[in-house]
């Protein structure tokens, strides 16, 4: 199997973000869960995006984890590695984004690495290093409030100097637009000057085309799914690639019950949960009760229990920042995350045990949870629900074929939850 682009995710929905992406623009792409294990049979592909749950780990879990990952994907004769952040540039001060490139770009024999998180179709750009979240800087968005990586900087190149032993520069968007020589150029005197890693500006796809072309010459990149779509282009236009991929075969029907589990507290998720309310039961769970014992749980069995084989039901942890606030101050942040994620990946368990094969998950880190606990080992890529999440199909688990949709928290329009289950049967 000769893989042209693989990629190593920091979380599961953003690999299920990157492979629509891939599979949009032509590469046959799988998404694996954890590095594959020798016995999982993976379809002939151009692509390979190994989903890992290292976004808000301790940093050095994230390079060892991301660096084992790097390796499997060289042996397979994988050039090129990008390593899918999320679009939001989700951090802290102590990682991850800045010691995982760093460590990537040693362990392929250093040289200069090009990040940017620019994802235009979702409202994502990039100016003089200044992430924006549709028209608002990231640290007016939503992402100021998000539970985990609360984002208080929109200055990227400061927010991943504060994170890397390496400098880092800027290649601005007058350099991008006047095409890849010109941004490579600026790459290089960035090099000159000892700076090795560089905040690209994108705003519009074309400037992600630039990049992609310039970021394949090289053996690491880090950005979002609009990189990805960059090196995807690159790879087509160079024709290494056929640009074949098709999707219809992947959303074949599995039958079954459906349920849909949010445990993304981000307004988007919120939002959807209310449209979703008025046509379909939701269990709002009590995070108190579900962090102090398994009673919330078994309640939430119960009652998605008595109601499934009418139709589907959503089960929700997801609340708004002042309620998320006020817990963690109570469980700190990570301990009560966790805990919640726990209690949802049991719920999700449980009603897949019940005849569940269509599930839809809210939220990357809510996402992993389940994935791991249903032991999902693979994803085929099906047609995109909304921008940045297609229809999954799982690939060697014990339950037989499901289909899923991970949705990261902050993508989707209104009606999001219904629009998965319409296009799977
Ligand atoms: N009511 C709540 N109070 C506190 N934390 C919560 C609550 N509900 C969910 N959580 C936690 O908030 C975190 C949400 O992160 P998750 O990655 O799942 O969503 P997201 O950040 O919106 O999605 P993405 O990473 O895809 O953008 C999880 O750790 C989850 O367990
Ligand atoms: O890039 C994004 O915004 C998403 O794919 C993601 O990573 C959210 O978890």
């Given at each position: 199997?000769?893989?042209?682009?693989?990629?190593?995710?920091?979380?599961?929905?953003?690999?299920?973000?990157?492979?629509?992406?891939?599979?949009?623009?032509?590469?046959?792409?799988?998404?694996?869960?954890?590095?594959?294990?020798?016995?999982?049979?993976?379809?002939?592909?151009?692509?390979?995006?190994?989903?890992?749950?290292?976004?808000?780990?301790?940093?050095?879990?994230?390079?060892?984890?991301?660096?084992?990952?790097?390796?499997?994907?060289?042996?397979?004769?994988?050039?090129?590695?990008?390593?899918?952040?999320?679009?939001?540039?989700?951090?802290?001060?102590?990682?991850?984004?800045?010691?995982?490139?760093?460590?990537?770009?040693?362990?392929?024999?250093?040289?200069?690495?090009?990040?940017?998180?620019?994802?235009?179709?979702?409202?994502?750009?990039?100016?003089?290093?200044?992430?924006?979240?549709?028209?608002?800087?990231?640290?007016?968005?939503?992402?100021?409030?998000?539970?985990?990586?609360?984002?208080?900087?929109?200055?990227?190149?400061?927010?991943?100097?504060?994170?890397?032993?390496?400098?880092?520069?800027?290649?601005?968007?007058?350099?991008?637009?006047?095409?890849?020589?010109?941004?490579?150029?600026?790459?290089?005197?960035?090099?000159?000057?000892?700076?090795?890693?560089?905040?690209?500006?994108?705003?519009?796809?074309?400037?992600?085309?630039?990049?992609?072309?310039?970021?394949?010459?090289?053996?690491?990149?880090?950005?979002?799914?609009?990189?990805?779509?960059?090196?995807?282009?690159?790879?087509?236009?160079?024709?290494?690639?056929?640009?074949?991929?098709?999707?219809?075969?992947?959303?074949?029907?599995?039958?079954?019950?459906?349920?849909?589990i949010?445990?993304?507290?981000?307004?988007?998720?919120?939002?959807?949960?209310?449209?979703?309310?008025?046509?379909?039961?939701?269990l709002?769970l009590?995070?108190?009760?579900?962090?102090?014992?398994?009673?919330?749980?078994?309640?939430a069995?119960?009652?998605a229990?008595?109601?499934?084989?009418?139709?589907?039901?959503i089960v929700a942890?997801?609340?708004?920042?002042?309620?998320?606030?006020?817990?963690?101050?109570?469980?700190?942040?990570?301990?009560?995350?966790?805990?919640?994620?726990?209690?949802?990946?049991?719920i999700?368990?449980?009603?897949?045990?019940?005849?569940?094969?269509?599930?839809?998950?809210?939220?990357?880190?809510?996402?992993?949870?389940?994935?791991?606990?249903?032991?999902?080992?693979?994803?085929?890529?099906?047609?995109?629900?909304?921008?940045?999440?297609?229809?999954?199909?799982?690939?060697?688990?014990?339950?037989?074929?499901?289909?899923?949709?991970?949705?990261?928290?902050?993508?989707?329009?209104?009606?999001?939850?219904?629009?998965?289950?319409?296009?799977?049967?």
């Amino acid at each position: 199997m000769a893989i042209s682009l693989g990629s190593i995710a920091d979380d599961y929905t953003g690999a299920s973000d990157l492979a629509n992406t891939l599979t949009k623009n032509g590469l046959r792409t799988v998404q694996t869960v954890g590095i594959p294990d020798t016995s999982l049979a993976l379809p002939d592909v151009d692509a390979i995006v190994i989903s890992l749950k290292i976004r808000s780990v301790p940093a050095s879990e994230a390079v060892t984890a991301a660096t084992e990952a790097e390796r499997w994907l060289r042996h397979r004769g994988v050039g090129h590695v990008l390593y899918k952040i999320c679009s939001t540039f989700d951090s802290t001060d102590a990682g991850n984004i800045g010691p995982v490139t760093e460590a990537l770009s040693d362990a392929a024999g250093g040289g200069s690495v090009l990040v940017t998180p620019a994802f235009p179709e979702t409202g994502r750009t990039v100016y003089f290093g200044h992430l924006f979240v549709g028209h608002l800087p990231l640290n007016e968005s939503p992402l100021k409030d998000h539970p985990l990586n609360p984002m208080h900087d929109a200055n990227l190149v400061r927010v991943l100097a504060r994170q890397s032993r390496r400098a880092v520069g800027l290649i601005d968007l007058a350099a991008v637009a006047a095409g890849p020589a010109a941004a490579k150029a600026k790459l290089n005197a960035l090099r000159m000057t000892g700076v090795t890693m560089a905040i690209a500006d994108a705003i519009f796809e074309r400037d992600l085309e630039t990049l992609g072309e310039i970021a394949l010459e090289a053996p690491v990149s880090t950005g979002a799914s609009g990189l990805g779509l960059g090196l995807a282009r690159a790879l087509v236009r160079s024709g290494r690639i056929a640009g074949s991929a098709t999707t219809e075969d992947v959303i074949r029907p599995v039958g079954g019950l459906s349920a849909i589990i949010a445990g993304s507290c981000s307004k988007a998720t919120l939002h959807q949960l209310d449209v979703a309310e008025r046509s379909m039961p939701v269990l709002r769970l009590d995070p108190e009760r579900l962090i102090s014992g398994p009673d919330e749980i078994a309640a939430a069995i119960s009652w998605a229990g008595d109601r499934i084989s009418a139709g589907p039901v959503i089960v929700a942890a997801s609340a708004a920042p002042e309620t998320v606030s006020r817990l963690q101050s109570q469980y700190g942040r990570e301990a009560s995350g966790h805990a919640i994620e726990t209690a949802t990946s049991i719920i999700a368990a449980e009603l897949v045990e019940r005849g569940v094969r269509r599930l839809v998950v809210a939220g990357g880190e809510t996402s992993g949870a389940a994935v791991d606990k249903l032991a999902i080992p693979a994803f085929l890529i099906g047609p995109e629900i909304a921008p940045g999440v297609p229809v999954l199909r799982s690939v060697g688990n014990r339950q037989g074929d499901m289909l899923l949709a991970l949705k990261s928290g902050n993508f989707g329009g209104d009606d999001f939850f219904a629009a998965a289950l319409a296009m799977m049967h």
